[in-house]
């Protein structure tokens, strides 16, 4: 036993926020944590979604023992439908509402559902070597979890995204007694969440959220409009309350909050009382007085329904200067251009609205906090830390953490998606450093997008695209007819130098090599290089070129 | 006298912040304050700045009597070199370091230098029938002002960005005595800054910033590199001086530091002593304790000296781990992501770096919060308010201040760019509506961009191109030989897909028209549109299609 070990590796989720998944393997069994979506910054033009890279485990002869998925966000459990055809079968566990939308989200893609759940008093869950225990954290969608992992040379707590909630809506609270229990038994590293690092104190309650709504009713003369994050069913909960107490009833506009809804209410997490509810093509029997809607598109996204009402484009939902617009949820880092300008042509309808920048009433954060993760590390005691879940700078903030409760700095491991730790009885070393690369999804076709014909759109994207069409005699190599030049995305001065110019020097360069042409793709290539390289000493700009070179 | 008016119209920096420009019209006397840059989000393909649109002040029989400058930003006084030579001469007048900047400008891109220095306590300024005087405020550059406006009809207070800091470092406050004077003449609308009026209380003051740098330089084993904007003058003193107790010399990093540095000691604004400064080119003569760096590039520039620096890009300088970096600015909202990753290369260097995320001790805003904005409504005493320099959003939350302090709904200018008020003697209506339109400068060229090139741009960027190449039988419009396409920026089943298919389409759509061709151009217009609608039937996205017709 002394010279086995457990590798961990992480694909996704370290030194990034989303696309989490992570590997722990032992012997020749790999345990998978977790299989979520990263989200396009606007570099990647007409991506919508990155994948974890899973090239690794495409090609490795040990065996997928199981998954399990921690808790029902996206970033978590997204990648499923794209990544399972590619992988052989294995049995993959989730808490219920987890699961729900998990198997969800496979059906929307045609695959087939296959995500068993849990219960949280349902006891150890074996996987091959491994043996799992989902334990109740409080995060901002219900049946999240953290996961207790056995192993038979260390134990781990796979501490993702959590916060210590002490009034959760639901009443359902983190189970400390586990966490206790658990700790008990001597863990060897703690994964832990460390996406709020960098905010001093404890993350605060979402107590204070239903009140919040109670007074904006008493002054809302119209429609209340309230935009959340679709998962968070305890925000949902509040909403529907607080309508209820003012004899509102509730419309539910959007795809994502519709189905969040549906899913919830499966499990009976979610409890709208008869009559409460409006369906969208019943809204117009209804006065603005007397409903209160939850709006998907809280990020400003572009085709949201809340974009099209604030758009005037919705065909059953109009914005009225008397109606408020409540955004329940912060921008997330990079949606807050989108954001702002929805919130600015929201002001400009005369619409009341409220958003973090002018209140904090409406919105608290999922994760931990600085004291909290310092909690979490009090209670699970562990021999060693390792912040997921974070930037590389929340990460060193962690460690900061870690530090003042007297861990070492060689047990706080800060590592990179693709570096695995291998990790023996009691201590740890860095193994093999996977070369991931990023997998991008299109926009449109959902299809993969390899990273060539991202760089093309780039470079049309700012430089534009030259197309050079030309008749070349195949007896001497020469230009016969005026050549043909098309220019777009260039300035129209750039485009009149190009077309004056450019000819002559391709003639200037094809005149000095005067013989039968034998090899047309050689040719192809040198006319490429010769107009990029002039239009670069031109324009001082390197737009896509593509020759077309006509035999004749 | 009674029928007289004023006419005020924002070109720019109403309802945005950015390309601030704003016209006072008397009779057929114009008075313009600033000329600002835009600044160009994500959407806005290979473009870099925005430009405020002169096309009215180009048409128009009325003349310029003047530009005034308010401050040293350059999103008050950058479209100088631009639109000066579209527009006949006029004076140009700015305080002293506005002056200096706005003429550095002007040089750097080849324009006479042309704006006139005026001293604070110089009195009254004629400009045709306008009578200005500048009113010293503080804010994040010297020699920022406010403009008290007289005019033959009634008198204006143009306040432009401005905070109340009680202990400006260079100790020149604002002038409260001058502004109480002025109200004294009666001010029939108050122009003023709306930027923070999100933000409750006051903005907090710049002096604790020396404290937090001296603490940080007591910590810092290596060198101490700290960024800032550049034009914040007062926050480089207060860098010298700390660097200079702990006899550390300064090095100056980057073009826009080093100028502002010099424009600043050329009017004395900045005293480095004899000995303290280090060029560049000998910092390799002095230890990394003995340094502190002045460095540009705070927003994340990719192309900054801090950005080449941090990605080991930098010839002269390296950072080390035992180095601490500090960020004396905020992101600007849009920069989140680039200063956001900046951020984390430096600290997966395991270099120390003080950031907004972590620590507010190192930047306070230059413009004046909710508390602020309403002292200056108390001491300008306008019967009118007309918020500027805002989101719209912004702009909203003024009106709810003014309303606090009284002022009536119809007392309240909320505009947009391009829309003229007309202020009689004590009262304003809204009149014409100017159609602006965005001015484009491109990236590289520094040309102005239509709009038409944008959108090519945009197309081209999210759903690629596809040139369709196709020689055809003049006397029957039917194909000849195999035509060539060409496709860039799409997957490569999506290029296949069009490869096999688009031809077979094109020839049935052709071969239902067997007739001479007479007509080229329609000719071209028809296969291009046959081409983008089965592209569009066949992969749900509208690429740009160039088709290319060679007559045989």
């Keep these: 036993m002394n010279n086995e070990n457990i590798s961990y590796i992480p694909l996704g989720g370290v030194g990034d926020v989303t696309k989490n998944m992570h590997l722990y393997e032992y012997k020749d069994e790999i345990l998978i944590v977790d299989s979520g979506l990263g989200f ?8 919508e979604l990155l994948l974890p890279d899973i090239s ?41 509402l987890t699961a729900e939308f998990a198997n969800e989200k496979l059906e929307e ?50 501490g993702s995204d959590f916060k210590f909630e002490l009034n959760p809506y639901d009443g359902k609270k983190t189970d400390f007694k586990k966490i206790a229990e658990v700790s008990k038994q001597g863990i060897l590293c703690l994964m832990s969440d460390s996406l709020r690092a960098e905010q001093k104190g404890h993350t605060p309650s979402e107590a204070g959220i239903y009140d919040a709504l109670v007074q904006e009713l008493e002054k809302t003369k119209g429609k209340l409009i309230v ?55 019943n809204i117009h029997n209804i006065k603005d007085q007397n409903v209160v809607m939850i709006v998907a598109g809280s990020q400003g996204q572009e085709n949201s329904a809340l974009s099209r009402i604030v758009n005037g484009d919705h065909k059953d939902i ?40 002018i209140t904090d009433a409406f919105h ?35 460690k900061e953490l870690a530090k003042k409760q007297g861990f070492e700095d060689k047990d706080i491991i800060l590592v990179e998606n693709g570096q695995e730790v291998i990790f023996s009885k009691d201590d740890s070393t860095f193994g093999k450093k996977l070369n991931l690369k990023n997998v991008y999804v299109d926009q449109i076709s ?75 793709i050689y040719m192809r290539k040198f006319i490429g290089e010769v107009s990029e390289r002039y239009i670069f ?7 896509l070129v593509l020759p077309v070179v006509i035999e004749v």
Tied chains: 1, 2.
């Design 40 to 47: 396009a910054d606007e570099t990647m033009l007409g991506v």
């Design 56 to 96: 690794y485990l495409k090609s490795t002869n040990k065996k997928i023992v199981g998954m399990a998925i921690t808790h029902g966000h996206e970033d978590h459990f997204g990648a499923l439908p794209f990544i399972l055809p590619d992988l052989p079968s294995f049995p993959i566990y989730a808490t219920p």
């Design 109 to 158: 893609f045609g695959v087939s559902k296959r995500v068993q759940k849990v219960d949280f008093d349902g006891g150890e869950l074996r996987l091959g070597s491994f043996v799992l225990n989902f334990i109740r954290v409080t995060h901002s969608v219900p049946d999240s979890s953290n996961i207790f992992i056995k192993t038979p040379v260390a134990n781990f707590y796979h």
């Design 227 to 281: 935009t959340t994050y679709s998962s968070n069913i305890a925000r949902l909960n509040q909403i529907i309350t607080a309508a209820s107490k003012f004899g509102r009833k509730v419309c539910f506009v959007g795809r994502s909050v519709i189905k969040a809804k549906e899913a919830a209410q499966n499990l009976g997490y979610l409890k709208i009382e008869k009559g409460m509810e409006v369906a969208l093509e």
């Design 318 to 357: 109009k914005l009225n200067s008397y109606d408020t617009i409540i955004f329940s949820a912060d921008p997330i880092p990079g949606n807050e251009i989108s954001v702002n300008s929805l919130i600015d042509s929201i002001a400009r309808k005369g619409a009341r609205v409220m958003y973090s920048g």
């Design 364 to 398: 608290v954060s999922g994760h931990a906090a600085a004291d909290d993760l310092t909690l979490m590390m009090d209670l699970v005691k562990p021999k060693k830390v390792l912040p997921i879940g974070g930037t590389y700078k929340q990460m060193v903030q962690y």
């Design 446 to 520: 959902g299809e993969e997008v390899e990273s060539f014909v991202l760089r093309d759109r780039q470079k049309l994207a700012s430089e534009g695209v030259v197309v050079v069409l030309i008749e070349i005699d195949s007896s001497n190599g020469q230009i016969i007819n005026t050549p043909n030049i098309i220019v777009r995305g260039l300035l129209g001065q750039e485009a009149k130098d190009i077309n004056k110019n450019l000819i002559k020097q391709l003639k200037n360069s094809l005149s000095q090599k005067k013989n039968p042409v034998t090899d047309w």
């Design 537 to 543: 000493k031109s324009i001082r700009k390197r737009p």
